[in-house]
């Protein structure tokens, strides 16, 4: 049992911390350079789930790919170090509250709610890469249908609409599509709607989000002919964990500057 204590306040040192911070910043710096020199190793992460890859391309070329594995290995220290700090810290504010008011004690609780909402967020990324489904390619000519994996959509891509660029400051696009649309109608078990799909306005149907990967053709001329789009299809379990810690994060923040703003200030 001592040794579990000394671990686990090991674990919640400040000092770890720090070191932790620095060793992934240090780290950060080596992915980028190495993501840099050896980038087509690392597009498939978009594609195929992380164990996959790891056991693929991670595994054979670890001396392009070793900074990942010490990334993962950080953030779990550094996520172990944030729980047991986080607890500590909590469990001396329950240990104590009956000196403090129940919205004095919700306050003080900000930064704690702040530190939780951060690790929801790094688990919604590991569950994104770990459980994401992912259509990498679906291509889509005017009046054509797409299916959704276990048939729980419909895609039919209607209409093809654009904005072209009109300016005079950068010839070299002067004339071509710069805002392209592609008029979509989705079906699924509640029935048909319309939607108006870009490169920054993806579309939801099914539990599946639906972005534009890219079109055809660049230029106006000839528009009603050879007409596509190319769609990126996938559904990410993670996204309900993202909103969750975002959510969490700014109630926590928001409890912080009211601490600052009603206790700390005046007694500063």
Known sequence: MRLVARIWKALGSMNLTIVLCLLLAAVVVWGYLAINWRTALFIPLNDMGLLAWMKTYGRYN????????????????????????????????????????????????GPHVMHVAVLVMLLGYLTSYLYTEVVVSAVLLPGRSYTLPGKSGVITFTEFRHQLYQGERLAVFQGEVIQPQAALLLSDKNGQHEAMLGFNRPVRLGGYSIHLDNFAPKKPGGMRLNQRIDLHIRKDPGLVLYMTGIGLFCLGLGLYMLDGRIYRKPRQ
């Open 62 to 109: 670890l001396n392009h790919t070793g900074w990942f594995f010490v990334l993962l290995l950080l953030l779990v220290l550094l996520a172990l170090n944030t729980v047991s700090c986080t607890l500590e810290r909590v469990w001396q504010l329950v240990v104590g509250r009956s000196s403090f008011s129940f919205f004095r004690l919700a306050v003080k609780l």
